[in-house]
């Protein structure tokens, strides 16, 4: 737990989750709490489960790219000490997958929060029906003002015979008991004299 909050603190990335069309670009935020000599962006490959090093970026604006990694594809934009995007042009369903910005800390690689992307070829059109009306909840009893002369839900001439009632009940329900205790002795009474 102390972990995960480590590489939440250290560096948050934006958004969670990027639809994008095919031959299109994106762009992913990385943003670090405190300043550090760099960011590494690494990329989670379901088909082959693992990490795949994409890039790292110094403080000053220079990168090193992974092994057959496109300086073309795959860019760090404003960057500064404590900000970092990366820029993805011309993406391909082989893009897909989890983005990770990394930061080094203690001589350890802490992960960011992580970006899904996702590619297609066409973007889904927004639905434009409307949407189930929602479900009246039954609303709370609200004091009416005084204007409407104190009837309604809230009036005591409504909760007052209500909680009468429900006293008388539960008074009935003491002898109606007590009878059914008493009967029940004298029969395991008269059983247990046979």
Not at 119 to 141: I, K
Request: glycine share 6%; aromatic share 10%.
């Amino acid at each position: 737990m102390a972990r995960l909050w480590l590489c939440l603190w250290l560096c948050l990335q934006l958004p969670d989750h990027i639809l994008a069309q095919t031959n299109s670009s994106t762009d992913i935020h990385c943003q670090t709490r405190r300043e550090h000599t760099g960011v590494y962006w690494y990329r989670w490959s379901p088909e082959r489960q693992q990490f795949e090093f994409l890039l790292f970026s110094n403080s000053l604006g220079k990168s090193t790219y992974g092994i057959n990694v496109s300086p073309e594809k795959f860019s760090v934009r404003g960057s500064s000490s404590q900000s970092y995007s990366l820029h993805i042009g011309r993406l391909h369903a082989s893009d897909a997958g989890m983005y990770y910005c990394s930061v080094s800390q203690s001589s350890e690689l802490v992960l960011g929060s992580s970006t899904r992307l996702g590619v297609v070829d066409v973007l889904p059109v927004p639905s434009t029906s409307r949407p189930a009306p929602l479900t009246r909840r039954p609303s709370r009893c609200k004091p009416k003002s005084k204007t409407t002369g104190g009837k309604g839900a809230c009036s005591p001439l409504v909760w007052v015979p209500l909680a009468a009632g429900t006293l008388i009940l539960l008074l009935s329900v003491v002898p109606t008991a007590l009878r059914f205790y008493r009967l029940r002795r004298r029969l395991w009474r008269r059983i247990h004299r046979q």
